[in-house]
């Protein structure tokens, strides 16, 4: 299994440029979701789906779209970016187990994007 | 509106001490979930424990403990025996659980552990 993987790995993009970044699971988990790590800040959800076809904002959603067309996959969108969108991009992926389970998110190795 | 806070920014270990990073978290929700990371300098983020709110004994996991202390609010990290391998970023974080069955983390803004020889 490789588990949840990203890509790419890294990104140069001018202001104004367009991309997408690519999650992929194959544990066959329902729940799928996209932060950003800033220097001192934590990890930040941007938005998360609770299944294929659904998607919901998370915490610092403005400036980013997603779709989960497939179960296994789900994109992040950056449709003009900004300088403030420099980061690092984590996407996760877990499976529900319960109110008595952890709810474990799994994540991938990470995007490394950097806006001029 | 949850809040985690981890309140060292910094914390440095001799090789084979114990070390505790401090967390307290705040929230309304009646059931939730305390969770730790760990991120080493390559990046990536790995699970080391969780605690769950209703679980009455505190969660092990090899050389991981988490005191949870739920009246005090608070899930402290207890790493026995520092190895020079536990140098990291350490993230503490917790799950809010939508009524559908899914959750989402909140995380800590981070505690970066030092081991020394």
């Known amino acids: 299994n490789a588990g949840v993987t990203q890509t790419p790995k890294f990104r140069v993009l001018k202001t104004g440029q367009s991309m997408t970044l690519l999650c992929a699971q194959d544990?066959?988990?329902?729940?799928m979701y996209w932060y950003r790590q800033d220097p001192g800040m934590g990890l930040r959800l941007i938005h998360y789906s609770v299944g294929e076809g659904t998607t919901a904002k998370g915490e610092v959603p403005d400036g980013y779209n997603v779709s989960r067309l497939k179960k296994q996959n789900f994109l992040l969108g950056l449709e003009s970016a900004a300088p403030s969108q420099t980061s690092v991009y984590f996407c996760a992926s877990s499976l529900f187990s319960g109110n008595g389970g952890s709810n474990e998110q799994f994540f991938g190795p990470g995007t490394r994007l950097t806006v001029l | 509106a949850q809040k985690i806070t981890q309140t060292q920014p910094g914390m440095f270990v001799q090789e084979k001490e114990a070390v505790t990073l401090d967390c307290t978290y705040d929230?309304?929700?009646?059931?939730?979930?305390l969770f730790w990371y760990k991120q080493p300098s390559s990046g990536e983020m790995i699970f080391l424990i969780y605690q769950g709110s209703y679980d009455q004994q505190n969660a092990t996991e090899g050389r991981y403990s988490l005191n949870f202390q739920k009246a005090r609010k608070s899930a402290n990290l207890v790493i026995s025996a520092s190895q020079l391998g536990d140098s990291a970023m350490y993230f503490c974080?917790?799950?809010?659980?939508?009524?559908?069955?899914?959750?989402?983390?909140?995380f800590g803004k981070g505690t970066m552990l030092l081991v020394s020889p």
């Open positions: 974080a917790m799950d809010r659980r939508g009524n559908s069955g899914y959750s989402t983390l909140t």
């Open positions: 544990m066959n988990h329902e729940y």
């Open positions: 929230t309304s929700d009646p059931s939730y979930g």
